[in-house]
């Protein structure tokens, strides 16, 4: 079955430590891969995604995300997190079967402690 | 770009009310997505345009909910009649229509029904 699992539901962090948030994925081939953030009573910002070539892919805000085939995950990372950083994070993906709609994790919330 | 728009932001009603959500996209977008966000299941896609016409609506939760496009920069998502279990925040998204775009999100619709 296609699913995509975010296996944190919350992570704190002190500032200026680093960060990884954990996306993995069921499906027999490469999804289209999404890393999108939702900062409270606001919508979705992309802030990474992979589809092809290099598998270190650099986002936003100092974000990047690395794709492992062999681990069938996309997990983002940031090496200092920043106060503004507390937000909802989503990994999403496209299943390549010519439908673009975007499947969603359940969301890790981020909290960051001064 | 203003971005996707969404109308109203916040919307509260009473059971067995009709509700009806607005959206308008981003100008030259041409798939357009309705998702709704609950804590109890997350973030779910609703339905989906593909040049105005509907391709995907199995997330509908069921004949209650309706949702029309009638031209390139309006769609609605109406509920009649409204009941309590569709409290939720209710997102609107843009994109160019292929499987590795960028969606576009909205700032989101808050639905209370009473």
């Known amino acids: 079955a296609q699913s995509v699992t975010q296996p944190d539901i919350h992570i704190t962090v002190s500032e200026g430590a680093s960060l990884e948030l954990r996306c993995n994925y069921s499906?027999?081939?490469?999804?289209?891969l999404f890393w999108y953030v939702q900062s409270p009573g606001q919508g979705l910002q992309l802030l990474l995604k992979y589809f092809s070539g290099d598998t270190l892919v650099q986002g936003i805000k100092g974000f990047e995300a690395e794709f492992k085939r062999s681990q069938s995950s996309f997990n983002l990372r940031k090496p200092s997190v920043h106060w503004s950083d507390a937000a909802e994070y989503f990994c999403?993906?496209?299943?390549?079967?010519?439908?673009?709609?975007?499947?969603f994790g359940t969301g890790t919330r981020l909290t960051v402690i001064p | 770009d203003a971005g996707v728009i969404q109308s109203p932001r916040h919307e509260v009603t009473e059971m067995g009310q009709e509700v009806t959500l607005r959206c308008k996209p981003i100008?030259?977008?041409?798939?357009l997505f309705w998702y709704r966000q609950t804590m109890m299941r997350g973030l779910e896609l609703l339905i989906y345009f593909n040049n105005n016409v509907p391709i995907d609506d199995s997330g509908m939760p069921e004949d209650r909910f309706s949702a029309k496009m009638p031209n390139a920069s309006f769609s609605t998502l109406k509920i009649q009649p409204s009941e309590p279990r569709d409290s939720a925040v209710y997102f609107c998204?843009?994109?160019?229509?292929?499987?590795?775009?960028?969606?576009?999100f909205g700032p989101g619709t808050r639905l209370t029904v009473l």
């Open positions: 100008s030259g977008h041409n798939s």
């Open positions: 998204a843009s994109s160019s229509g292929r499987e590795t775009d960028t969606q576009y």
């Open positions: 499906y027999g081939a490469t999804p289209y």
């Open positions: 999403a993906v496209v299943f390549q079967t010519g439908a673009n709609n975007l499947f």
